[in-house]
């Protein structure tokens, strides 16, 4: 019995130390000689974005990203990107919806323990305030379909929801992560291919707009179907939008992935997550002019074009810099 527990105890101890191990700094290996051809395109003057905060929740540096610390705390947000383009609106997820409450109870016990969230006016309601009738979007996008990101689709009937095959296929498989986009009962999904070839080094691809304005490439990892978005601006400024690639932006920075934990409760592919992250950090490299939004950076999204902005005489909202803390309307296919 005593050597029993004493195996016990050192197993108990081995896994404890892996569990520490794997919250420690460490930096993704970033392979030298990045090159990428940085397509031309023919983005409107008219063209913006904005940022639509739609609530938050309170985490720790420590589960955003390795190296990060226990003792500081992250707000993630919870909201929608905008853009306006002459040819119709589109939003990018979506935030927390009026119904937050009831969706958080969606969700795995563990993170319904361990979460603080707070509400704030919806997406819905803020569209509501600047003059922009719901009705008049062209649709809803969606970076990847967990619970967050579609919380607020229920303000928006009748909007039409875009994504591909694949991650129309895994809200519609019975995921526990695709629960409440089922209970929702969007029926209007809408699908695009990935159809329009490679793009800044990414497979495959998809032209929203048809002027290079909008593209969407395949970023299959933290969900079978994710994707980022890119929203280039003639003078060369182009926003990223990555979803959960990474939850805050040191992931990309540094680039470090997500500790052991939070990466083996979210991401469907984690090897696919490592090699995208470390292609985003090496076009952030590569690119000044390129903008890395992560879906629930609260710091990044602050220093975006908010709903309220003015824009100057050419249509293009400002945006701050975010230093590093660290060294044609859809076609369904």
Not at 27 to 36: A, E, K, S, Y
Not at 114 to 143: C, F, H, M
Not at 160 to 180: K, Q, S
Not at 272 to 297: F, G, S
């Amino acid at each position: 019995m005593k050597r029993l527990l004493g195996l016990f105890l050192i197993i108990v101890l081995v896994l404890g130390a892996a569990l520490t191990w794997s919250f420690s700094a460490q930096t993704l290996p970033v392979p030298p000689g990045f090159n990428v051809v940085v397509p031309a395109n023919q983005s409107p003057a008219g063209l913006q974005l904005f940022a639509i905060a739609a609530g938050s929740m309170e985490s720790r540096a420590a589960l955003s990203y390795r190296g990060g610390r226990f003792a500081e705390k992250r707000i993630f947000g919870m909201g929608a990107i905008l853009v306006r383009h002459p040819l119709g609106d589109v939003l990018f997820d979506t935030g927390f919806g009026r119904n937050v409450d009831a969706h958080v109870r969606t969700t795995p016990r563990l993170m319904q323990w361990t979460s603080d969230y707070q509400k704030a006016a919806t997406v819905a309601e803020q569209l509501q305030r600047a003059g922009i009738p719901a009705q008049s979007l062209k649709g809803v996008v969606l970076t990847h379909a967990h619970w967050d990101h579609v919380s607020g689709l229920e303000d928006l009937p009748g909007v039409p929801v875009w994504v591909n095959p694949t991650e129309l296929a895994f809200i519609e498989g019975g995921d526990e992560a695709t629960a409440l986009a089922r209970m929702i009962g969007t029926r209007d999904y809408r699908l695009y291919a990935l159809d329009s070839g490679p793009y800044l080094g990414f497979v495959r691809s998809h032209d929203l707009f048809g002027d290079g304005s909008v593209v969407l490439v395949e970023a299959a990892g933290h969900t079978p179907g994710s994707i980022i978005a890119f929203v280039n601006f003639a003078d060369g400024t182009r926003y990223a939008l990555v979803g959960d690639l990474v939850w805050q932006r040191e992931g990309i920075d540094l680039p470090a992935e997500r500790p052991w934990l939070p990466r083996r409760l979210v991401d469907a592919d984690p090897e696919a997550v490592r090699r995208l992250i470390v292609h985003v950090h090496q076009l952030q490299k590569a690119m000044p002019k390129l903008v890395v939004v992560p879906a629930h950076d609260s710091r990044v999204w602050e220093r975006l074009p908010q709903l309220t902005d003015a824009t100057d005489p050419a249509g293009h909202p400002a945006v701050l810099p975010v230093a590093p803390e660290s060294e044609s309307e859809p076609d369904a296919k």
